[in-house]
């Protein structure tokens, strides 16, 4: 999505996919710092490390604890999380809220600490947060409740826990297409919704993986007849503010989302 950007608006550069190993991280940070670069995104497993690397923190990253772009400003790299509106974003163009919800998030990692904040600064009621180790559930829930206002947030040991949750998201790699494989994995096994959504209002369903459209979580979810949404929204739209925050201009949002559609459309 961003190569069919930069050709529709005339830029001369090129968006790269970096096979990075975590022991190569330092390296590929310095590569960032040459003349001809813009920056970079990051994803998993790099999220948190990658901070340690950077010259300069937004506020939104240091309070969230995570980056997922890293923009270039002269011989400095500086780094940013757009996860968070991106991830609103696409929920608001589905018409859902987390305002005043109850809401299910599974998974402590990056990608979680960057929506459990847009959550809290959305306004959910109850943040429930689950993850298959404990502690690093608590951990996030630990580290929210510092700007937490008045939402309510807990750390869950099992899934039972969650129950009755209006809104559940889904952070981990569960699902994740690997190897060209769909894994038949979901955190919330195929008949857990019957017992675990109660008297949840309107529940839905949101999986911020995106290979594939439809994960096992997402399918078991719509054979409970919840409404879903895939990861595809979250990335276009953090992908849109990470192209602005590069190049200073506003992103083409449907060459963007077209080219992403018929990425992931060859993929399915």
């Known amino acids: 999505m961003h190569n069919a950007a930069f050709a529709h608006l005339g830029i001369d550069a090129t968006y790269e996919a970096w096979d990075v190993a975590p022991e190569r991280l330092a390296e590929a940070l310095e590569r960032l710092r040459q003349?001809?670069?813009l920056g970079a995104n990051v994803t998993v497993p790099h999220k948190t490390?990658?901070?340690?690397?950077?010259?300069?923190l937004t506020d939104r990253a240091q309070a969230v604890g995570a980056v997922n772009l890293i923009v270039?400003?002269?011989?400095?790299?500086?780094?940013?999380?757009q996860d968070t509106e991106g991830f609103l974003q696409a929920l608001e163009v589905e018409g859902v809220t987390p305002a005043g919800k109850r809401v299910a998030l599974l998974g402590a990692g990056g990608a979680a600490r960057a929506i459990g904040w847009a959550l809290v600064h959305a306004g959910c009621r109850e943040?429930?947060?689950w993850n298959r180790?404990?502690?690093?559930?608590?951990?996030?829930?630990?580290s929210l409740r510092v700007d937490a206002r008045d939402t309510i947030i807990v750390s869950a040991s099992q899934l039972d826990d969650l129950r009755d949750s209006d809104l559940w998201i889904q952070t981990t790699t569960l699902g994740m297409r690997k190897g060209g494989q769909d894994p038949d994995t979901s955190p919330v096994p195929g008949d857990?919704?019957?017992?675990?959504?109660?008297?949840?209002?309107?529940p839905v369903a949101?999986?911020?993986?995106y290979r594939p459209l439809r994960t096992p979580?997402?399918?078991?979810?719509?054979?409970?007849?919840?409404?879903?949404?895939?990861?595809?929204?979250?990335?276009?739209y953090q992908g849109a503010a990470a192209f602005e925050a590069w190049t200073g201009k506003t992103a083409p949002v449907d060459v963007m989302r077209k080219a992403l559609h018929d990425a992931l459309e060859d993929e399915s």
């Open 133 to 142: 180790t404990a502690a690093r559930a608590e951990e996030l829930a630990s």
């Open 206 to 209: 949101v999986d911020i993986v």
């Open 127 to 129: 943040l429930r947060i």
């Open 192 to 202: 857990g919704w019957r017992s675990l959504l109660g008297d949840a209002i309107d």
């Open 72 to 81: 270039r400003d002269g011989n400095e790299l500086v780094g940013d999380n």
């Open 217 to 236: 979580f997402l399918r078991s979810a719509t054979s409970a007849g919840m409404q879903t949404i895939n990861g595809s929204g979250m990335l276009l």
């Open 49 to 56: 490390a990658v901070m340690d690397g950077l010259d300069r």
């Open 35 to 37: 003349d001809d670069m």
